[in-house]
């Protein structure tokens, strides 16, 4: 499975798969509609195509997700979100949420972009009692860029 190219007209999902798409770096293997983050810190490189028209001065960069959480023992997470090492947004985490982050549609490059999500409070469900031991931050189920909306 690979990452492909992000326009302003298409969405990034996932189906399960052997391994993370190409570009993903501390991901598991995609689930049933999503993808988990592996690590307190993940990274996602692709390539942007605005087509033929100028890309607008703005876009939204919309971010499917929810945060690793046990009920009782974590509310949430805080993730924080760089795009070609600008910080373009920060928020608590306690459900799903679609995160729409207004973005300058000049730093995005046609070749490599490289979207980083720290999530600091990344936990095992080991630590709570579970066989699973990988450290979780997200639960990351789309990625999409388009035209801002009013």
Same mark, same amino acid.
């Given at each position: 499975?690979?990452?492909?190219?992000?326009? !302003?007209?298409?969405?990034? #999902? +996932?189906?399960?798969?052997?391994?993370?798409?190409?570009? +993903?770096?501390? +991901?598991?293997?995609?689930?049933?509609?999503? @993808?988990?983050?592996?690590?307190?810190?993940?990274? @996602?490189? *692709?390539?942007?195509?605005?087509?033929?028209?100028?890309?607008?001065? *703005?876009?939204? !960069?919309?971010?499917? !997700?929810?945060? *690793?959480?046990?009920?009782?023992?974590?509310?949430?997470?805080?993730?924080?979100?760089? $795009?070609?090492? $600008?910080? @373009?947004?920060?928020? *608590?985490?306690?459900?799903?949420?679609?995160?729409?982050?207004?973005?300058?549609?000049? @730093? $995005?490059?046609?070749?490599?972009?490289? !979207?980083?999500?720290?999530?600091?409070?990344?936990?095992?469900?080991?630590?709570?009692?579970?066989?699973?031991?990988?450290?979780?931050?997200?639960?990351? +189920? #789309?990625?999409?860029?388009?035209?801002?909306?009013?």
């Amino acid at each position: 499975m690979s990452f492909g190219v992000l326009t !302003l007209d298409n969405v990034m #999902s +996932f189906t399960p798969g052997l391994k993370a798409p190409n570009g +993903f770096k501390n +991901f598991s293997r995609p689930e049933e509609g999503f @993808i988990w983050s592996t690590a307190k810190s993940c990274e @996602i490189s *692709f390539p942007f195509d605005p087509g033929a028209a100028p890309p607008p001065a *703005f876009c939204d !960069l919309i971010l499917d !997700l929810d945060a *690793f959480k046990v009920d009782g023992e974590t509310e949430g997470q805080t993730i924080k979100v760089f $795009l070609n090492g $600008l910080r @373009i947004g920060a928020r *608590f985490v306690d459900q799903r949420v679609t995160a729409t982050l207004k973005i300058r549609s000049h @730093i $995005l490059t046609r070749v490599d972009n490289l !979207l980083v999500i720290d999530t600091p409070e990344a936990h095992s469900p080991s630590d709570f009692g579970d066989a699973d031991k990988r450290t979780l931050g997200i639960k990351l +189920f #789309s990625i999409r860029l388009r035209r801002p909306t009013q």
